[in-house]
Nanobody, 115 residues
Framework: VQLQASGGGLVQPGGSLRLSCVASGSISSMNVMGWYRQAPGKQRELVAVISSGGESNYADSVKGRFTISRDNAKNTVYLQMNSLKPEDTAVYYC??????????WGQGTLVTVSS
């Protein structure tokens, strides 16, 4: 499975961005896709995940501001990020986990929230 993430960039506090991640290759019908992030000097952390059935889970720090969604026909997962804060600055990674538990990671896309 290969993952291609896009949509990062520089945005002012309070602004919005939408990340996209397209999966290709041997993709099982049952899987979980999600977004993780890693800020400088910090460990990678979960942002949001969504199952192929549409069940989602969010980190407390992004609840109410970020929305994860997916288009199964396009093997694509999205992360709509609103009301961005400087502490959201990080490299955002897309992850795909298949039914067997094998995880695949994308290359990461940088999100910088700064005035």
């Amino acid at each position: 499975v290969q993952l291609q993430a896009s949509g990062g960039g520089l945005v002012q506090p309070g602004g919005s961005l939408r990340l996209s991640c397209v999966a290709s290759g041997s993709i099982s019908s049952m899987n979980v896709m999600g977004w993780y992030r890693q800020a400088p000097g910090k460990q990678r952390e979960l942002v949001a995940v969504i199952s192929s059935g549409g069940e989602s889970n969010y980190a407390d720090s992004v609840k109410g501001r970020f929305t994860i969604s997916r288009d199964n026909a396009k093997n694509t997962v999205y992360l709509q990020m609103n009301s961005l804060k400087p502490e959201d600055t990080a490299v955002y990674y897309c992850k795909h986990r298949n039914f067997a538990g094998t995880a695949y990671w994308g290359q990461g896309t940088l999100v910088t929230v700064s005035s």
